[in-house]
């Protein structure tokens, strides 16, 4: 009866979630394991519902985790789909970048039908981040093809417009209070800028040559902030006056930082995923300091992208060590 109730005891233990180590200045970090191996669970994305979106990579599916329970939902796409990214319209769509197979999807969870949006210029092989306008409209980065696009929701027109560095590898991407869309060309040292008006793009150059910007934020004051990958630096651009301010990440120059959100207080968060484990970073504007940095239990691998929650406070990222984590943050109040 002993043994039973042991068992029965590490099987209960075994399905919660593993955390990390509460500190006064520091995000608790949560993981749930992902059932399905190796999949490369990636880019959450919470609904009305607090249900959590993601994609599996490797193993081309779009899932969901509700974190009340623990239990996980599979809705399985065409082999080699190669989804890489997914952002949530309403209750139950679900738009995914067809990394592998050339199409941006869009998914009703309710019944898993699935519309395909084709990319028209063969070139353009590889949808890759996906971001809404204030229309609900899709702005995309194409990193091997080398193009950013628009899709229009209402008549799946697709617009592509070529960056003009070669091999620039458009990466992570955001849009600005004032519509402006803005990039990360993460194969070289500048950021893109896109008039949402003219479509006319602008090149800014970084300070370095050997930077790497690969994710992006836009804070409410209008600042553009972004990591640097390969130099393991913090970047703020001020648009109007073209200033660029960079702070050393507390990794140091082999940090890698990577995943990177915003708050709702402004504070920027990033992963360092030079090191193992991977380290959660805060950075407070106001005081330009970093702050409350916080190993991620299973390690990461890498975290490639995350989603901030407003209505629990909450960042939600996936990790190449197959697991979908949530970084509760602290509160202003709490010290930084």
Same mark, same amino acid.
């Given at each position: 009866?002993?043994?039973?109730?042991?068992?029965?005891?590490?099987?209960?233990?075994?399905?919660?979630?593993?955390?990390?180590?509460?500190?006064?200045?520091?995000?608790?970090?949560?993981?749930?394991? $992902? *059932?399905?191996?190796?999949? &490369? +669970?990636?880019d959450?994305?919470?609904?009305?519902? !607090?249900? #959590? /979106?993601?994609?599996?990579?490797?193993?081309?599916?779009?899932?969901?985790?509700?974190?009340?329970?623990?239990?996980?939902?599979?809705?399985?796409?065409?082999?080699?789909?190669?989804?890489?990214n997914?952002?949530?319209?309403?209750?139950?769509?679900?738009?995914?970048?067809?990394?592998?197979?050339?199409?941006?999807?869009?998914m009703?969870?309710?019944?898993?039908?699935?519309?395909?949006?084709?990319?028209p210029?063969?070139?353009?092989?590889?949808?890759?981040?996906?971001?809404?306008?204030?229309?609900?409209?899709?702005?995309?980065?194409?990193?091997?093809?080398?193009?950013?696009?628009?899709?229009?929701?209402?008549?799946?027109?697709?617009?592509?417009?070529? $960056? *003009?560095?070669?091999?620039? &590898? +458009?990466?992570g991407?955001?849009?600005?209070?004032? !519509?402006? #869309? /803005?990039?990360?060309?993460?194969?070289?040292?500048?950021?893109?800028?896109?008039?949402?008006?003219?479509?006319?793009?602008?090149?800014?150059?970084?300070?370095?040559?050997?930077?790497?910007?690969?994710?992006?934020?836009v804070?409410?004051?209008?600042?553009?902030?972004?990591?640097?990958?390969?130099?393991?630096?913090?970047?703020?651009?001020?648009?109007?006056?073209?200033?660029?301010?960079?702070?050393?990440m507390?990794?140091?120059?082999?940090?890698?930082?990577?995943?990177?959100?915003?708050?709702?207080?402004?504070?920027?968060?990033?992963?360092?995923?030079?090191?193992?484990?991977?380290?959660?970073?805060?950075?407070?504007?106001?005081?330009?300091?970093?702050?409350g940095?916080?190993?991620?239990?299973?390690?990461?691998?890498?975290?490639?992208?995350?989603?901030?929650?407003?209505?629990?406070?909450?960042?939600?990222?996936?990790?190449?060590?197959?697991?979908?984590?949530?970084?509760?943050?602290?509160?202003?109040?709490?010290?930084?």
């Amino acid at each position: 009866m002993l043994k039973t109730k042991l068992l029965s005891l590490a099987v209960l233990l075994a399905s919660m979630p593993t955390a990390s180590a509460a500190q006064p200045d520091a995000p608790i970090i949560e993981e749930w394991t $992902v *059932p399905w191996e190796n999949s &490369r +669970p990636r880019d959450p994305y919470v609904d009305s519902a !607090g249900l #959590v /979106w993601f994609v599996g990579q490797r193993s081309h599916y779009i899932a969901s985790l509700n974190p009340e329970n623990g239990s996980f939902r599979q809705l399985v796409l065409d082999p080699g789909t190669g989804p890489h990214n997914l952002i949530i319209d309403g209750d139950h769509t679900i738009w995914y970048a067809g990394n592998l197979r050339m199409h941006i999807g869009r998914m009703d969870t309710a019944t898993g039908a699935i519309h395909k949006v084709a990319m028209p210029d063969e070139t353009a092989r590889d949808p890759h981040t996906l971001v809404f306008d204030d229309a609900g409209d899709i702005w995309f980065t194409v990193q091997g093809g080398n193009f950013v696009g628009k899709l229009s929701v209402a008549n799946d027109q697709v617009d592509l417009f070529p $960056v *003009p560095t070669p091999r620039a &590898r +458009p990466y992570g991407i955001n849009i600005a209070g004032d !519509g402006t #869309v /803005w990039v990360a060309e993460f194969g070289t040292n500048k950021l893109l800028k896109i008039d949402p008006a003219t479509y006319e793009l602008t090149e800014i150059e970084l300070p370095e040559t050997a930077s790497r910007p690969r994710r992006l934020e836009v804070t409410s004051d209008g600042m553009i902030w972004y990591v640097d990958y390969a130099e393991g630096q913090l970047g703020r651009l001020n648009p109007e006056s073209g200033e660029i301010t960079q702070w050393p990440m507390p990794g140091g120059k082999v940090s890698r930082p990577y995943g990177m959100e915003v708050d709702a207080d402004n504070r920027l968060w990033m992963v360092e995923t030079g090191s193992t484990p991977n380290q959660f970073v805060g950075f407070d504007p106001r005081s330009e300091s970093f702050f409350g940095r916080t190993p991620i239990p299973s390690g990461g691998g890498s975290v490639r992208h995350m989603h901030y929650d407003a209505a629990t406070n909450a960042i939600w990222f996936g990790t190449d060590t197959n697991t979908i984590g949530r970084a509760t943050l602290p509160s202003v109040s709490d010290g930084n």
